[in-house]
DNA sequence: ATGGCATTTAAAAAATGA
């Protein structure tokens, strides 16, 4: 079974981008963030039509997850949204079965400017998935949880770290917090694939960054105890990026022996 | 240190992203 991650950065902006991409590589399932569209907005219909069930959690111009399996595949949504904020209204994080392996979509937090209530909601953010990573970890279940974490995670997941040094995405707490994710028992699939490779899933709009690759992997794959045995392969599908209108983000994927 | 670009909302310019 091949699982894919991408986050859209818009997903009816990108709606050709995106079917083109399910058309050529036809993963089994996908997850996507940053619809930044309403659940009104979600073009279920164009996915259908290319063979895809989908399920989507929505939000006027901001955020936002769907999970997409192929047709043939059981799919149930379990929840959204992570407990221990009543008052968060923002959609990232979407739950659902998939034949026998649970996958968890999520759209982390941003972050910056950090210090300030930004990074604050990130952190947060990241002790509320902290305390359900608890839970999924140990789940005899296969169990995976993907999507944008807007994390890097070392010096060799970005280029030119020291140009990150001050950033969210790469501050002290937030790389301490990830880490203490990751030892709940967690496996980095793409790390695990690949210990000693630079790659990336974003490369900004700017200064011709995908052209340099100039890039940094933020994009990760999760793993329980019971899934990460059935790991044989991975990668980033780097060449959508330099399509037309694309997100500044590739889609990464997996596959899992079934 | 700053800004470069792209999107949404909504009708110009602000907010957001990473």
Known sequence: MKIATYNVNGINARLPVLLRWLA????????????????????????NQIGYKAIWHGQKAWNG????????????????????????AQSRYLEARVNDILVCCLYLPNGNPAPGPKFDYKLAWMERLIEKGKQLVKLDKPVVVLGDYNVIPTNLDAYKPERWVGDALFFPETKEAYMRLLDQGWTDAIRKLYPDETIFTFWDYFRNAYARNAGIRIDHFLLNPTLAPSLVAGGVHSHVRGWEKTSDHAPVWIEIRT
């Open 24 to 47: 050529e590589q036809a993963p089994d399932v996908a997850c996507l963030q940053e619809l930044k569209a309403m659940d009104d907005k979600f073009p279920v219909l164009a996915i």
């Open 65 to 88: 997850v769907a999970i997409l399996a192929k047709e043939g595949f059981d799919l149930e949504e379990v929840g959204r949204g992570l407990d221990g904020d009543p008052d968060d």
